[in-house]
């Protein structure tokens, strides 16, 4: 098979893979960034394969929280410092190993066999890299192609760790990502002619009376909600403005014209669903 990476023609076949987290906290950027810098975590590393990693954006802090917080802070983003804020989504772009086998890279026998899935009992096939020459410059080539659409996609300055990792069973490109929005929805209160926020006091679902803000209602009694422009770290809103409850179908979508526009022919399974 001819390399053509230009474009305009049809080269590879294989399995789209495109995985999405979107609920990291505070508490669990510690295990993340240990396990992105120090290859430490539950995959299978082959630590003689781990010098051939290759880190597309890498932290300048100490750990991976102090690199959210340090971000947020210099470009004055908004956001809520509570333990249950969503501070980081995750993305993996890989495929299986016959993908990356059409590209010219070689795979040996490991000792270990698939539990589950498709290929249940057979036999786990790991990347034969010894030198940097054992990487095709087709599989480089792909990688640059799913940065290139994650750019696009987050916005490049929202990327806090990207690195391609050769060391684990499949060749695979792991990003972690700011949400980030450039406006968001408020609810409105009632203020007093200071300007001052009204309190009423209400009943919570244990029947106890508690003083809260209160809330602004149009005739139709329903809360008013005013758009705020700024930077906001805002998960909700972010998929929002991807499609919402269609977000993950669209994003699959469209990865899939753009890699294929790129030479690359992936299967991407039903067209519109939320599936891999």
Not at 6 to 17: C, E, N, R, S
Not at 111 to 127: A, F, M, S
Not at 172 to 193: G, S, T, W
Not at 208 to 224: A, F, H, N, Q, Y
Request: proline content about 3%; charged content about 30%.
């Amino acid at each position: 098979m001819t390399l053509n990476l230009k474009g305009g023609k049809i080269l590879f076949d294989g399995k789209q893979v495109l995985r999405v987290e979107t609920k990291f906290k505070k508490k669990d950027l510690y295990n993340i960034g240990v396990e992105m810098t120090n290859r430490k975590g539950t995959g299978n590393y082959d630590k003689e394969r781990t010098a051939f990693n290759v880190e597309y954006v890498s932290m300048s802090e100490r750990n991976l929280y102090q690199e959210v917080k340090q971000t947020l802070e210099k470009r004055n983003i908004e956001y809520l410092n509570k333990p249950n804020t969503n501070l980081l989504n995750g993305i993996t772009f890989t495929s299986g190993p016959e993908f990356f086998e059409t590209l010219g890279m070689d795979f040996v026998h490991s000792d270990r066999t698939y539990k589950t899935g498709n290929k249940k009992g057979q036999i786990i096939k790991v990347p034969n890299i010894k030198s940097e020459k054992d990487i095709p410059q087709a599989v480089s080539y792909y990688f640059d192609c799913c940065m290139e659409y994650l750019k696009e996609f987050v916005g490049e300055e929202n990327i806090i760790l990207s690195q391609i990792h050769y060391d684990e069973d499949t060749p695979h490109l792991q990003a972690y990502f700011l949400p980030i929005v450039e406006e968001v929805k408020r609810k409105c209160y009632v203020k007093d002619k200071n300007g001052n926020v009204v309190k009423e006091k209400v009943k919570n679902k244990n029947g106890e009376t508690t003083i809260v803000p209160k809330l602004s209602r149009d005739e139709k009694g329903k809360i008013v909600y005013e758009t705020v422009k700024g930077k906001f770290l805002n998960n909700d809103q972010f998929w929002k403005n991807k499609g919402g409850k269609n977000s993950y179908a669209k994003m699959q979508d469209t990865f899939n014209k753009f890699i294929t526009e790129k030479g690359f022919k992936l299967d991407r399974g039903n067209i519109g669903a939320n599936v891999e």
